[in-house]
Nanobody
Framework: QVQLVESGGGLVQPGGSLRLSCAVSGTIFTLYTMGWYRQAPGKQRELVAGITSGGSTNYVDSVKGRFTISRDNAKSTVYLQMNSLKPEDTAVYYC?????????WGQGAQVTVSS
């Protein structure tokens, strides 16, 4: 059974930093394209950042230069380092793992940016 467990969310002031982690178990992590999505109240879920099995990355324009996605294949974990956080980054952040017909989601981590 594939499981994705997220950690690292919380409350931070504008300009602060947080790092989200997503530990994957029950499958061959290195095969998967990993992504971080977010959903703010009243808005659709959007892709924030993605990283392929080969390490190629992509970001939504609003986080370029502030967020960094990375993966540690030895730990079967993907990270999202978030710097210079803004109130508009407030959302529930979800980890996603995708390979062939497999499409798996974490439970979500709340990130709140507020003074």
């Amino acid at each position: 059974q594939v499981q994705l467990v997220e950690s690292g969310g919380g409350l931070v002031q504008p300009g602060g930093s947080l790092r989200l982690s997503c530990a994957v178990s029950g499958t061959i992590f290195t095969l998967y394209t990993m992504g971080w999505y977010r959903q703010a109240p009243g808005k659709q879920r959007e892709l924030v950042a993605g990283i392929t099995s080969g390490g190629s990355t992509n970001y939504v324009d609003s986080v370029k230069g502030r967020f960094t996605i990375s993966r540690d294949n030895a730990k079967s974990t993907v990270y999202l380092q978030m710097n210079s956080l803004k109130p508009e980054d407030t959302a529930v952040y979800y980890c996603n793992a995708r390979y062939n017909m497999g499409d798996y989601w974490g439970q979500g981590a709340q990130v709140t940016v507020s003074s």
